[in-house]
């Protein structure tokens, strides 16, 4: 089991920076992919971005490839996501993932462990 926790969101006019991070506790974090997903309102849930155990590699949604980044601090069992560039239809409630062996995957389906979300609000 691992338990997951979300900060840092918040309303932002367009064009503005946001960074936000997960914590996690219980099992051996490292060991676990992590992602970021979001769910626009009246939408379904739509993957971000996601970074391997090692933090060696990353992977994008088009959407937001080239404004947004992840990273991962194993000794401090962090994984942030900072948002530049900000624009309204990023706004959003954006989760914390985790799992085994689930670098690469884009479906929330492949996730076992989620947070409880933090809300990104985006102005024009």
């Known amino acids: 089991q691992v338990q997951l926790v979300e900060s840092g969101g918040g309303l932002v006019q367009a064009g503005g920076s946001l960074r936000l991070s997960c914590a996690a506790s219980g099992r051996t974090f490292s060991s676990y992919a992590m992602a970021w997903f979001r769910q626009p309102p009246g939408k379904d849930r739509e993957f971000v971005a996601g970074v391997s155990w090692s933090g060696g590699s990353t992977y994008y949604a088009d959407s937001v490839k080239g404004r947004f980044t992840i990273s991962r601090d194993n000794t401090k069992d962090t994984v942030a996501l900072q948002m530049n560039s900000l624009k309204p239809q990023d706004t959003a409630v954006y989760y914390c993932?985790?799992?085994?062996?689930?670098?690469?995957?884009?479906?929330?389906?492949?996730?076992?462990?989620w947070g409880q979300g933090t809300q990104v609000t985006v102005s024009s």
């Open positions: 993932a985790a799992d085994l062996d689930a670098y690469g995957r884009i479906h929330p389906e492949g996730f076992d462990y």
